[in-house]
């Protein structure tokens, strides 16, 4: 009896409070790494709503999953059950950070190299290097309005990120709807070595 409790009391806090995942991309490095698995807080957002600078899961199913191939419906039922033991990510399943919410303009880059919303240049110490005029936020230059209910989201490795910045020309302008996200990442707890928490945003430019 104890032991069915103990995966009742499991399964309701994966299905309602916090989630892991399976990080399969080096998108969002040097923040998190290819392989780490990642907690993911469910109930998100909530009052505040979605916060520029949090780290999100999101379903990219209709939006990102055209633009890199899809997969067989093997792939697709390992994936969900690797997803459920914390070894792989489901189908479609991606991580991003909000740079952009809606009524945002984005755009890059400014003289030296920086990231603007609503003007404002953003500082963004999670990229792991120097914003300068010669290693700008983004090579690929872009201005857009984020529509209401939407989301301007890209990776911390900008050079090795697919994100909203390669999605311009495509249905949704390259935003997420928020009622995709899957949750936000709150913290890496595996490896145990490299087992660390993420901090919340801290209100950028708001």
Aim: charged share 20%; with cysteine.
């Amino acid at each position: 009896m104890t032991a069915v409790i103990a995966v009742l009391v499991a399964t309701g806090l994966r299905l309602f409070v916090v989630d892991v995942y399976t990080v399969s991309q080096v998108s969002m490095a040097p923040t998190l790494a290819d392989a780490e698995r990642i907690v993911v807080e469910k109930d998100y957002p909530r009052g505040s709503g979605v916060q520029r600078g949090d780290v999100i899961v999101f379903d990219g199913e209709g939006s990102f999953t055209p633009y890199e191939g899809g997969s067989s419906t093997l792939e697709q039922l390992g994936a969900r059950v690797g997803h459920w033991f914390g070894l792989a990510t489901p189908p479609a399943t991606y991580v991003k950070r909000v740079l952009g919410t809606g009524g945002d303009v984005v755009a890059c880059c400014t003289d030296s190299g920086q990231l603007t919303v609503n003007g404002e240049p953003v500082e963004e110490s999670y990229l792991g290097r120097e914003v300068t005029a010669e290693t700008p936020a983004s090579e690929l230059s872009f201005e857009a309005e984020v529509p209401t209910g939407r989301l301007w989201v890209m990776g911390d490795n900008r050079d090795r990120s697919l994100d909203s910045r390669a999605l311009l020309g495509a249905p949704g302008g390259g935003m997420i709807s928020e009622d995709r996200i899957l949750g936000r990442v709150t913290g890496v707890f595996w490896p145990w070595n490299e087992r660390r928490e993420l901090p919340e945003a801290d209100h950028q430019q708001q």
